[in-house]
């Protein structure tokens, strides 16, 4: 396995709201073939990000209203609330799936904070936008 030394240092947002949370007990690989690299060469997963899943290959896929990510992919079915560090694949991950979450904090890929669609918040009733 390759080692690597170094890490850039990143502001990550914390996008839990105090109150209990449920997560996804599935734990489900993010497909890290929709993340770019960055100027370090390192690809990561965002806190925040609206997730969905791929029913072709049962992994974690960034939500898209036109399902642009893979079959399913505009069906949300939670939100990440930890960064992961993808630059040496596809890693295990999880989502919340209910309680309250920090709206100004999350989006949807490619998109801006704080930027989550009346869909979205439709489709997962059991968060709560503060």
Known sequence: MPVRPTYTRRQHYE??????????PNNRLFDSAYLVADANNEKWLYAGVVAA?????????PYSSVAAYGTGSDDPVGVFET????TLGDVATQVVIQGPMLEDYCLIFG????????????A???????
């Open 15 to 24: 996008v839990l709201a105090i109150g209990p949370h449920a997560r996804d």
């Open 111 to 122: 998109g801006a904070l704080g930027t989550i669609s009346a869909a979205v918040k439709t």
């Open 124 to 130: 997962l009733p059991r968060l709560m936008w503060v």
């Open 83 to 86: 960064p992961y560090d993808m």
């Open 53 to 61: 899943v791929d029913s072709t290959t049962d992994k974690y896929v």
